[in-house]
Protein backbone atom coordinates (compact mmCIF):
# COMPACT_ATOMS: atom_id res chain seq x y z
CA UNK A 1 0.00 0.00 0.00
CA UNK A 2 1.45 3.59 -0.80
CA UNK A 3 2.49 6.51 1.24
CA UNK A 4 0.34 9.05 0.66
CA UNK A 5 2.20 12.69 -0.25
CA UNK A 6 1.70 14.97 2.92
CA UNK A 7 -0.20 18.04 2.52
CA UNK A 8 1.55 21.59 3.06
CA UNK A 9 2.26 22.93 6.48
CA UNK A 10 2.21 19.25 7.80
CA UNK A 11 4.34 18.27 11.01
CA UNK A 12 7.52 16.44 8.53
CA UNK A 13 8.49 14.12 11.52
CA UNK A 14 4.78 12.43 12.00
CA UNK A 15 4.80 8.80 11.68
CA UNK A 16 2.18 7.89 9.38
CA UNK A 17 -0.60 6.34 11.78
CA UNK A 18 0.59 7.89 14.98
CA UNK A 19 -1.08 10.80 16.54
CA UNK A 20 1.70 13.16 19.22
CA UNK A 21 -0.26 14.68 21.84
CA UNK A 22 0.82 18.36 22.18
CA UNK A 23 3.06 20.02 24.51
CA UNK A 24 2.20 20.83 27.57
CA UNK A 25 4.16 23.92 29.71
CA UNK A 26 6.24 23.59 32.54
CA UNK A 27 4.60 24.20 35.81
CA UNK A 28 6.82 26.84 37.84
CA UNK A 29 7.20 24.06 40.91
CA UNK A 30 9.46 21.87 38.33
CA UNK A 31 11.46 25.04 36.53
CA UNK A 32 12.45 25.67 40.35
CA UNK A 33 14.13 22.09 40.86
CA UNK A 34 15.25 22.49 37.63
CA UNK A 35 17.36 25.45 38.45
CA UNK A 36 18.64 24.31 41.80
CA UNK A 37 20.06 21.30 40.38
CA UNK A 38 21.60 23.02 37.76
CA UNK A 39 23.31 24.94 40.32
CA UNK A 40 24.09 22.66 42.45
CA UNK A 41 26.30 20.55 39.76
CA UNK A 42 27.73 23.47 39.12
CA UNK A 43 28.96 23.75 43.00
CA UNK A 44 30.63 20.65 43.01
CA UNK A 45 32.17 21.02 39.96
CA UNK A 46 33.52 24.27 41.22
CA UNK A 47 35.07 21.84 44.56
CA UNK A 48 36.01 18.97 42.74
CA UNK A 49 38.55 21.84 40.81
CA UNK A 50 39.28 23.38 43.95
CA UNK A 51 40.12 20.15 45.95
CA UNK A 52 42.30 18.72 42.53
CA UNK A 53 44.23 22.10 42.83
CA UNK A 54 45.15 22.09 46.38
CA UNK A 55 46.43 18.75 45.91
CA UNK A 56 48.35 19.55 43.32
CA UNK A 57 50.15 21.92 44.80
CA UNK A 58 50.72 19.97 47.98
CA UNK A 59 52.21 17.43 45.79
CA UNK A 60 54.65 19.98 44.25
CA UNK A 61 58.58 19.72 45.76
CA UNK A 62 58.98 22.59 48.03
CA UNK A 63 61.73 25.10 47.12
CA UNK A 64 63.45 26.23 50.51
CA UNK A 65 63.46 29.78 51.84
CA UNK A 66 66.86 31.70 52.46
CA UNK A 67 67.77 31.75 55.85
CA UNK A 68 70.05 34.44 57.52
CA UNK A 69 71.73 33.56 60.68
CA UNK A 70 70.03 33.25 63.88
CA UNK A 71 68.81 36.06 66.25
CA UNK A 72 71.07 36.44 68.65
CA UNK A 73 70.23 36.36 72.68
CA UNK A 74 70.74 38.22 75.32
CA UNK A 75 71.15 36.15 78.28
CA UNK A 76 69.00 36.49 80.94
CA UNK A 77 70.17 37.67 84.78
CA UNK A 78 72.04 35.59 86.19
CA UNK A 79 71.19 34.49 90.27
CA UNK A 80 73.49 33.67 92.34
CA UNK A 81 73.20 32.02 96.02
CA UNK A 82 74.90 32.49 98.36
CA UNK A 83 74.94 29.18 101.00
CA UNK A 84 74.56 29.87 104.63
CA UNK A 85 77.84 30.28 106.15
CA UNK A 86 77.09 30.73 109.81
CA UNK A 87 79.17 34.58 109.60
CA UNK A 88 79.66 36.66 112.37
CA UNK A 89 76.24 39.13 111.98
CA UNK A 90 74.02 36.33 111.61
CA UNK A 91 74.71 34.64 108.08
CA UNK A 92 71.43 33.66 106.14
CA UNK A 93 70.82 31.88 102.83
CA UNK A 94 70.19 34.62 100.07
CA UNK A 95 70.06 35.69 96.54
CA UNK A 96 71.40 38.42 94.33
CA UNK A 97 70.33 39.31 90.91
CA UNK A 98 73.26 40.17 88.50
CA UNK A 99 72.89 42.70 85.62
CA UNK A 100 73.69 41.56 82.04
CA UNK A 101 77.02 41.40 81.60
CA UNK A 102 77.05 43.91 78.14
CA UNK A 103 74.79 46.79 78.18
CA UNK A 104 74.44 46.37 74.65
CA UNK A 105 74.60 44.41 71.61
CA UNK A 106 75.11 45.16 67.95
CA UNK A 107 72.12 44.26 65.81
CA UNK A 108 74.53 43.26 63.19
CA UNK A 109 76.91 41.31 64.87
CA UNK A 110 75.81 40.13 68.28
CA UNK A 111 77.33 37.29 70.41
CA UNK A 112 76.38 36.53 73.54
CA UNK A 113 77.78 37.03 76.79
CA UNK A 114 79.94 34.27 78.03
CA UNK A 115 78.24 32.59 81.63
CA UNK A 116 79.25 34.56 84.62
CA UNK A 117 81.17 32.11 86.86
CA UNK A 118 79.01 32.05 90.30
CA UNK A 119 81.37 32.68 93.06
CA UNK A 120 79.57 33.39 96.24
CA UNK A 121 77.54 36.46 95.83
CA UNK A 122 76.21 39.12 92.94
CA UNK A 123 78.95 40.07 91.07
CA UNK A 124 78.05 44.49 90.59
CA UNK A 125 79.48 46.30 88.28
CA UNK A 126 83.01 47.12 88.96
CA UNK A 127 83.23 51.04 87.98
CA UNK A 128 85.96 51.47 91.12
CA UNK A 129 88.47 49.65 88.99
CA UNK A 130 88.59 46.31 90.79
CA UNK A 131 88.27 43.41 88.89
CA UNK A 132 89.08 39.30 88.89
CA UNK A 133 91.32 39.18 86.27
CA UNK A 134 93.47 42.34 87.87
CA UNK A 135 93.04 40.37 91.64
CA UNK A 136 94.84 37.23 89.49
CA UNK A 137 97.28 39.33 87.98
CA UNK A 138 98.47 40.92 91.55
CA UNK A 139 98.61 36.95 92.64
CA UNK A 140 102.87 37.00 93.82
CA UNK A 141 104.47 34.61 92.09
CA UNK A 142 108.20 33.70 94.20
CA UNK A 143 110.24 35.16 92.04
CA UNK A 144 110.69 38.38 91.75
CA UNK A 145 110.22 39.99 88.69
CA UNK A 146 113.15 42.25 86.40
CA UNK A 147 110.12 44.37 84.64
CA UNK A 148 108.79 45.12 87.90
CA UNK A 149 112.25 46.25 89.43
CA UNK A 150 112.71 48.25 86.39
CA UNK A 151 109.45 50.14 87.23
CA UNK A 152 109.78 50.53 90.55
CA UNK A 153 113.48 52.03 90.47
CA UNK A 154 112.09 54.68 87.91
CA UNK A 155 109.38 55.45 90.42
CA UNK A 156 111.78 55.82 93.15
CA UNK A 157 113.82 58.39 90.58
CA UNK A 158 110.74 60.28 90.02
CA UNK A 159 110.08 60.25 94.14
CA UNK A 160 113.34 61.86 94.44
CA UNK A 161 112.55 64.63 91.83
CA UNK A 162 108.84 65.64 93.44
CA UNK A 163 107.02 64.20 90.55
CA UNK A 164 104.73 62.36 92.80
CA UNK A 165 101.78 61.52 90.40
CA UNK A 166 104.20 59.74 87.77
CA UNK A 167 105.76 58.07 90.56
CA UNK A 168 102.88 56.72 91.90
CA UNK A 169 102.00 55.72 88.33
CA UNK A 170 105.05 53.93 87.99
CA UNK A 171 104.75 51.93 91.10
CA UNK A 172 101.14 50.65 90.06
CA UNK A 173 102.59 49.48 86.96
CA UNK A 174 105.19 47.53 88.76
CA UNK A 175 102.62 46.01 90.77
CA UNK A 176 100.91 44.70 87.30
CA UNK A 177 104.29 43.29 86.23
CA UNK A 178 103.54 40.24 88.42
CA UNK A 179 106.75 41.17 91.15
CA UNK A 180 107.63 38.18 93.83
CA UNK A 181 105.66 38.16 96.99
CA UNK A 182 108.88 40.11 98.84
CA UNK A 183 109.18 42.73 95.78
CA UNK A 184 105.73 42.64 95.77
CA UNK A 185 105.35 43.80 99.55
CA UNK A 186 108.23 46.45 99.10
CA UNK A 187 106.31 48.32 96.37
CA UNK A 188 102.90 48.60 97.90
CA UNK A 189 105.02 49.86 101.34
CA UNK A 190 106.05 52.59 98.99
CA UNK A 191 103.01 53.57 97.02
CA UNK A 192 100.77 53.13 100.15
CA UNK A 193 103.60 56.02 101.81
CA UNK A 194 103.82 57.91 98.61
CA UNK A 195 99.82 58.40 99.00
CA UNK A 196 99.90 59.49 102.73
CA UNK A 197 101.63 62.43 101.52
CA UNK A 198 100.45 63.61 98.55
CA UNK A 199 96.72 62.05 97.63
CA UNK A 200 95.91 61.90 101.13
CA UNK A 201 97.71 65.22 102.06
CA UNK A 202 96.03 68.67 102.34
CA UNK A 203 97.92 69.91 99.33
CA UNK A 204 97.02 69.23 95.70
CA UNK A 205 100.00 67.30 94.27
CA UNK A 206 100.66 69.11 90.60
CA UNK A 207 99.15 67.45 87.72
CA UNK A 208 96.82 65.53 90.24
CA UNK A 209 93.68 64.81 88.06
CA UNK A 210 92.63 61.83 91.09
CA UNK A 211 91.41 65.02 93.27
CA UNK A 212 90.93 68.78 92.99
CA UNK A 213 90.34 72.00 95.11
CA UNK A 214 86.60 72.92 95.31
CA UNK A 215 85.83 76.44 96.83
CA UNK A 216 82.97 76.45 99.15
CA UNK A 217 79.43 78.40 98.28
CA UNK A 218 77.10 79.58 100.04
CA UNK A 219 74.19 76.94 101.28
CA UNK A 220 77.31 74.76 101.11
CA UNK A 221 77.17 71.41 103.35
CA UNK A 222 80.44 69.32 104.30
CA UNK A 223 77.95 65.97 103.71
CA UNK A 224 76.18 67.08 100.42
CA UNK A 225 79.94 68.46 99.25
CA UNK A 226 81.64 64.74 99.89
CA UNK A 227 78.49 63.24 98.06
CA UNK A 228 78.94 64.86 95.16
CA UNK A 229 82.77 63.59 94.88
CA UNK A 230 81.68 59.82 96.16
CA UNK A 231 83.73 60.15 99.29
CA UNK A 232 82.64 60.53 102.76
CA UNK A 233 82.42 63.18 104.78
CA UNK A 234 84.94 62.01 107.40
CA UNK A 235 87.23 61.91 104.56
CA UNK A 236 86.77 65.40 103.80
CA UNK A 237 87.47 66.03 107.46
CA UNK A 238 90.72 63.45 107.46
CA UNK A 239 92.28 65.06 104.30
CA UNK A 240 91.81 68.66 105.11
CA UNK A 241 92.65 68.02 108.56
CA UNK A 242 88.85 69.89 109.65
CA UNK A 243 88.05 69.99 113.52
CA UNK A 244 84.25 70.24 113.07
CA UNK A 245 81.70 69.91 110.29
CA UNK A 246 81.15 73.68 109.57
CA UNK A 247 82.23 75.54 106.25
CA UNK A 248 83.07 79.30 105.48
CA UNK A 249 81.94 80.48 102.03
CA UNK A 250 85.15 80.85 100.03
CA UNK A 251 87.06 78.20 102.25
CA UNK A 252 89.35 75.61 99.70
CA UNK A 253 88.76 72.13 100.28
CA UNK A 254 90.80 69.05 98.32
CA UNK A 255 88.00 66.95 97.10
CA UNK A 256 89.23 63.10 95.94
CA UNK A 257 87.28 61.91 93.23
CA UNK A 258 85.94 58.18 94.76
CA UNK A 259 84.70 56.26 95.09
CA UNK A 260 87.44 53.98 96.88
CA UNK A 261 87.57 50.13 97.06
CA UNK A 262 88.50 47.11 98.47
CA UNK A 263 90.51 43.87 97.64
CA UNK A 264 90.83 41.36 100.46
CA UNK A 265 93.60 38.65 99.90
CA UNK A 266 92.53 35.57 101.82
CA UNK A 267 95.28 33.60 101.24
CA UNK A 268 97.71 36.81 102.46
CA UNK A 269 95.17 37.62 105.26
CA UNK A 270 96.02 41.13 103.86
CA UNK A 271 93.08 43.80 102.65
CA UNK A 272 94.12 46.48 100.30
CA UNK A 273 91.83 49.90 99.73
CA UNK A 274 92.23 50.81 96.53
CA UNK A 275 91.60 54.19 94.37
CA UNK A 276 91.00 52.73 90.62
CA UNK A 277 94.02 50.35 90.74
CA UNK A 278 96.33 52.51 92.89
CA UNK A 279 96.82 51.02 96.18
CA UNK A 280 96.43 53.81 99.02
CA UNK A 281 96.54 51.52 102.33
CA UNK A 282 96.86 48.05 103.27
CA UNK A 283 95.61 46.49 106.37
CA UNK A 284 95.91 42.66 108.00
CA UNK A 285 92.56 40.97 108.65
CA UNK A 286 91.13 37.98 110.25
CA UNK A 287 88.80 35.96 107.70
CA UNK A 288 86.89 32.76 107.87
CA UNK A 289 88.03 29.55 109.20
CA UNK A 290 87.09 26.79 106.94
CA UNK A 291 86.92 28.49 103.89
CA UNK A 292 83.59 30.21 105.25
CA UNK A 293 84.92 33.40 103.30
CA UNK A 294 83.52 33.02 99.92
CA UNK A 295 85.21 34.78 97.05
CA UNK A 296 83.33 37.20 94.85
CA UNK A 297 82.55 40.96 94.35
CA UNK A 298 80.26 42.62 97.03
CA UNK A 299 78.63 45.86 97.04
CA UNK A 300 78.56 48.08 100.04
CA UNK A 301 74.59 47.79 101.57
CA UNK A 302 75.50 50.05 104.64
CA UNK A 303 77.97 51.59 107.57
CA UNK A 304 77.18 51.59 110.94
CA UNK A 305 79.19 53.37 113.84
CA UNK A 306 79.29 51.07 117.71
CA UNK A 307 77.05 48.67 115.93
CA UNK A 308 74.97 46.10 118.59
CA UNK A 309 75.98 42.45 118.24
CA UNK A 310 73.40 39.81 118.46
CA UNK A 311 74.91 36.16 118.27
CA UNK A 312 72.71 33.24 115.59
CA UNK A 313 72.31 30.03 116.87
CA UNK A 314 75.27 29.10 115.27
CA UNK A 315 77.19 31.31 116.99
CA UNK A 316 77.09 29.08 120.05
CA UNK A 317 78.29 30.49 123.61
CA UNK A 318 78.48 34.05 122.05
CA UNK A 319 76.41 36.67 124.19
CA UNK A 320 74.91 39.97 122.80
CA UNK A 321 77.26 42.60 123.64
CA UNK A 322 76.32 46.69 123.38
CA UNK A 323 77.31 48.83 120.56
CA UNK A 324 81.05 50.68 122.17
CA UNK A 325 81.61 47.85 124.50
CA UNK A 326 85.27 46.82 124.79
CA UNK A 327 83.65 43.35 124.62
CA UNK A 328 81.92 43.68 121.74
CA UNK A 329 83.10 41.26 118.97
CA UNK A 330 82.74 43.07 115.86
CA UNK A 331 84.43 46.51 117.69
CA UNK A 332 83.66 49.81 116.61
CA UNK A 333 82.42 49.93 112.80
CA UNK A 334 80.15 47.23 111.44
CA UNK A 335 80.66 47.33 106.90
CA UNK A 336 77.67 45.72 105.76
CA UNK A 337 78.89 44.11 102.36
CA UNK A 338 75.50 41.72 102.05
CA UNK A 339 74.13 38.35 103.30
CA UNK A 340 74.74 39.74 106.69
CA UNK A 341 78.59 39.20 105.92
CA UNK A 342 80.60 42.48 106.98
CA UNK A 343 83.87 44.14 107.61
CA UNK A 344 84.18 45.19 111.15
CA UNK A 345 86.53 45.67 114.08
CA UNK A 346 87.31 43.05 117.51
CA UNK A 347 87.31 42.62 120.18
CA UNK A 348 90.59 39.97 120.04
CA UNK A 349 93.07 41.96 117.94
CA UNK A 350 95.57 38.71 118.46
CA UNK A 351 93.08 37.03 116.32
CA UNK A 352 94.25 39.37 113.36
CA UNK A 353 96.39 37.45 110.50
CA UNK A 354 94.31 33.87 110.99
CA UNK A 355 91.45 32.04 109.43
CA UNK A 356 89.33 31.97 112.96
CA UNK A 357 85.68 34.16 112.25
CA UNK A 358 82.47 32.73 111.15
CA UNK A 359 83.09 34.46 107.48
CA UNK A 360 83.31 37.77 108.36
CA UNK A 361 86.65 39.97 107.25
CA UNK A 362 88.13 41.43 110.90
CA UNK A 363 90.62 43.92 111.39
CA UNK A 364 91.85 45.66 114.52
CA UNK A 365 89.92 48.62 115.64
CA UNK A 366 92.07 51.28 114.25
CA UNK A 367 92.39 49.81 111.42
CA UNK A 368 88.41 49.05 110.38
CA UNK A 369 87.88 53.05 111.62
CA UNK A 370 90.51 54.27 108.85
CA UNK A 371 89.09 52.14 106.48
CA UNK A 372 85.45 52.89 107.36
CA UNK A 373 85.71 56.35 106.82
CA UNK A 374 86.88 55.79 102.79
CA UNK A 375 83.95 53.86 101.92
CA UNK A 376 80.52 54.66 100.15
CA UNK A 377 77.20 52.28 100.68
CA UNK A 378 76.01 52.14 97.51
CA UNK A 379 79.02 53.03 95.78
CA UNK A 380 82.08 51.32 97.07
CA UNK A 381 82.34 47.76 96.65
CA UNK A 382 84.44 44.84 98.35
CA UNK A 383 86.16 41.62 96.48
CA UNK A 384 87.87 38.92 98.03
CA UNK A 385 90.25 36.63 96.00
CA UNK A 386 91.61 33.10 96.93
Known amino acids: MGIPPMSAGSNQSQIPGVTKPPRRPLSPAAKKYLLVGGLAVVVVALAAVAVTAIISH ?8 AQGPPAQKIPSPTVIVTPDNGSTGKGRHSTYELPSVSSAISASAALPAPPVEAVGVSAVAASSGTSADSA ?26 GEAVAARTLYTQALAAHPGAQQRAEIVAKLVELCDKTLLGKELSTGDTAAEMYEVKSGDRLAIAAK ?20 QVGQKLKMIHGPFSVRVYKGDHRLELLLGDVVVKTFPVAIGSENKTPAGLYPIMKKVTNPRFDPTPSEHGLESKAGGAADNPIGTRWIDIGNHLGIHGTSDPSSIGQSVSFGCIR ?3 EDVEQLYDFLVAGASKVEIVD
Do not use: H, M, W
Not at 58 to 65: G, I, Y
Open 228 to 247: RYLIPFELVKRVNGLSSDSL
Open 363 to 365: LKN
Open 58 to 65: KSRPKTPA
Open 136 to 161: RSAAAPEQPSSEAAGLAKQADDKVTA
